[in-house]
């Protein structure tokens, strides 16, 4: 697993922790849940990490 994903992985993680705390994820349906927040997190790193090595 290359560091992107290891850092999406975490926060994703903690995402889906306060998510639960908070009462709007169960659970029951954090594995409907947390691919989708993962899938986001991953490709909010690497739009960043491609705007930073074109200047943007």
């Given at each position: 697993?290359d ?15 306060k ?38």
């Open positions: 697993m560091k992107d994903s290891k850092e999406a992985l975490q926060v994703a993680k903690e995402l889906t922790a998510f639960i705390e908070t009462r709007t994820v169960s659970p029951g349906n954090f594995a409907e849940v947390f691919p989708s927040v993962y899938k986001v997190v991953r490709e909010a790193i690497s739009a960043d990490a491609h705007s930073d090595t074109h200047g943007n």
